[in-house]
């Protein structure tokens, strides 16, 4: 079975600072890897994915995400936030032919002024 | 890009009753819908996997018949809590999958229904 650590509950940043978000994951295969994020009153949207290829991911926004396999990590990334960031971050894992999505626990990104 | 909606966006029942939550995808037919359970402060839970035309899966743990699912058409599912009660105030997601390859798949999530039961 496969599952989603997301360490960090809230994270606060100052506005135009860098920030990471962790996520760990735990699989005895092959798995790809999902960043969502969900502002106030909105469904979760899709920020970026890792399948396959380049370890390096660049979503939508600015973030990226690096899938480090033998750390099983695949923190995001954004070298500098806006206030309009503030938001629930998910990451999620799933395995091939399966396309049902674990999540994690979420981090709450407050980026201040 | 897609869209999905669900109906209604809160709702407050009294204990016994049934709510029905509607999922919609607006402009896009979906290969496949997916309903999530979401407690405070923790992840979203798969609940159920639904595909149009054919009976619901269930994850393990998951009351069947309590949460009946529907899936009517490729742009509709609905997700009917039956007696409910206290313990089924949560907030429900549902998601709309299209793709039929791992590069090609895609889930597009509605913006959740918080059920609150009395």
């Known amino acids: 079975a496969q599952s989603v650590t997301q360490l960090d509950s809230q994270v606060p940043v100052f506005e135009e600072a860098p920030v990471e978000l962790r996520c760990n994951y735990s699989s005895s295969v092959s798995v790809y890897l999902f960043w969502y994020v969900q502002y106030p009153n909105q469904g979760l949207q899709l920020l970026l994915k890792?399948?396959?290829?380049?370890?390096l991911v660049k979503g939508i926004n600015g973030f990226e995400a690096e899938f480090n396999k033998s750390q099983t990590s695949f923190h995001l990334r954004k070298p500098s936030v806006h206030i309009s960031d503030t938001a629930e971050y998910f990451c999620?894992?799933?395995?091939?032919?399966?396309?049902?999505?674990?999540f994690g626990t979420g981090t709450r990104l407050k980026v201040l002024a | 890009g897609a869209v999905v909606s669900q109906h209604p966006s809160r709702v407050i029942c009294k204990s016994g009753t049934s709510v029905k939550i509607e999922c919609r995808s607006l402009?896009?037919?979906?290969?496949?819908m997916f309903w999530y359970r979401q407690f405070p402060k923790q992840s979203l839970m798969l609940m159920a996997t639904s595909n149009e035309g054919s009976k619901a899966t269930y994850e393990q743990g998951v009351e069947k018949d309590k949460f009946l699912i529907n899936h009517a058409s490729l742009t509709l599912s609905t997700l009917t809590v039956t007696s409910a009660h206290p313990e089924d105030s949560s907030f429900y997601i549902c998601?709309?999958?299209?793709?039929?390859?791992?590069?090609?798949?895609?889930?597009?999530f509605g913006p959740g229904t918080r059920l609150t039961v009395l």
């Open positions: 999620a894992v799933t395995t091939s032919g399966t396309y049902k999505y674990i």
């Open positions: 890792y399948l396959s290829g380049s370890t």
């Open positions: 402009d896009f037919q979906a290969t496949t």
């Open positions: 998601s709309a999958r299209v793709g039929s390859s791992m590069s090609t798949d895609t889930q597009y």
